[in-house]
């Protein structure tokens, strides 16, 4: 089957209007009306995935549509690489942790900094340097936990000066 430019046009660009089922079904009944090697056209001539095609194939075939799984795609959450790595960041923490001095919320402060935590989780519950996140995902699983990643203010007293008097050495 000979594929004119304007027809070629038409095809690919209702293939990219499409989504999910209906434009693997689209895609399958196109390549369905190529005929006998109709994949390798459509892979060839519109740039068309036949691993797509296949799969649209078997929901016009079968009449069953595949779910596209959105939800299941991307990365995955560092604690499900590293089960116990919530429990060993607050293991770390709790010792260095400190309440706000003002007592005016709830949050605990940390001495570490996120780069001191994550070197202790190598050092200490023997992680891999490859394997273990970035210092930047170790900040935020320590503000997940509800650790604040600031100085500790330590308590002091205010300084009272005496104002100087005329018989004082700094008067001058």
């Known amino acids: 089957m000979e594929l ?3 027809l070629r046009k038409m095809l690919v ?3 990219k209007t499409l989504t999910g089922a209906e434009r693997r079904l689209f ?5 369905r009306s190529f005929g006998v090697g109709g994949q390798r056209i459509a892979e060839r001539e519109l740039d068309w995935s036949r691993v797509t095609v296949r799969k649209g194939m078997h929901e016009l075939e079968r009449g069953i549509r595949c779910e596209d799984a959105y939800c299941l795609r991307g990365r995955k959450r560092s604690e499900q690489h590293l089960p116990r790595l919530l429990d060993d960041i607050r ?3 709790e010792g260095q942790s400190q309440t706000d001095p003002t007592f005016r919320s709830r949050r605990l402060y ?3 900094t996120a780069t001191r935590v994550r070197a202790l989780l190598i050092s200490r519950k023997g992680y891999d340097d490859k394997t273990l996140p970035s210092v930047r995902t170790i900040a935020r699983k ?6 604040r990643l600031r100085r500790v203010a330590k308590c002091k007293p205010k ?3 005496a104002r100087p008097t ?3 050495r700094s008067w001058r």
């Open 4 to 6: 004119t430019e304007s």
């Open 159 to 161: 300084k009272r000066s």
């Open 91 to 93: 293991d770390l923490a």
């Open 166 to 168: 005329r018989s004082s």
């Open 110 to 112: 940390v001495r570490w």
């Open 142 to 147: 320590l503000n997940g936990l509800g650790y």
């Open 27 to 31: 895609m399958a009944r196109t390549v």
């Open 13 to 15: 660009d209702t293939g």
